[in-house]
């Protein structure tokens, strides 16, 4: 299927390791140009010489970018829409995985994981507003945004529950300007040196549990999550926007009406 995203313009936060590097070269094979980010600065040049060899047809250009940093994000936004002539997409991909209930991790979660999200979108709206290809929006949330999971009440699950509702809110608005906004909420995807990598090894049992928990018998992989966020930016979802789109293996077992 051609998702007809040649030659669009993708900004991609956290793109160099698991669902943000898969969201990135699948974005590459559809033809599309793409700027990412990503903290560390070694694997952001790593990856762009990677890119770079792999698509050559395509133009791909990376930032070392701490996204708790607000101005330099809406600096990368501004200095990528006049590199490249404009924003087509904006899919946000970072999180502070803070799960634990601490008052220091409620502050990163929001922090990173919403306020960020706030600052970068209203930095791109101006260049999607601008563009013709179907201008879109995607967050990358979690099932546990509407999952309960645990005993005890925490910053995570509630922090992308959030991210939901903006989203939501956000599709609402710009849908008089053409500007779609959708979420993907993933399930447990596993990757080498991923989260669920690092509790395979350092915590067997409890990774035994999470895996009991999955009815596919399986946790996800990244590329899984990474064509459900290029089918949400492609013109052909032009009708799809205020959607949150669970990829996890069925299990959130609540019934949406």
Sequence with gaps: MHLQL??????????????????????LAEGANVAFCARTGSDV??????????????RVAGRALD??????VKQWVR???????????????????????????????????LL?????????????????????IVTISSVSGVELDGTVPGPYGATK??????????????????????????????F????????????????????ANNPLGRMGKPEEVAVQVVMCASPLSGFTSGANILVDGIEHKGVHF
């Design 6 to 27: 040649d030659n669009s313009v993708v900004l991609v936060t956290g793109g160099t390791k698991g669902i943000g590097r898969a969201i990135v070269q699948h974005f």
């Design 45 to 58: 040049e790593a990856c762009l010489q990677e890119w770079k060899a792999a698509w050559p047809k395509q």
């Design 67 to 72: 996204i708790d940093d607000l101005d330099a």
């Design 79 to 113: 200095d990528m829409g006049e590199e490249f002539g404009g924003i087509d997409c904006v899919v946000s991909n970072v999180s502070a995985m803070a799960i634990p209930n601490t008052v220091d991790n409620w502050k990163r979660m929001f922090h990173t994981d």
């Design 116 to 136: 960020s999200v706030v600052v970068l979108l209203e930095a791109a709206i101006p260049y999607l507003e601008k563009s013709t290809r179907s201008p879109s």
């Design 161 to 190: 529950a959030a991210l939901i509702h903006y989203t939501q809110q956000l599709a609402q608005v710009l849908a008089p300007k053409g500007i779609r906004a959708n979420i993907v909420s993933p399930g447990n995807i596993y």
């Design 192 to 211: 080498q040196d991923g989260v669920w990598h690092q509790c395979e090894v350092q915590r067997p049992e409890a990774f035994a549990r999470a895996m």
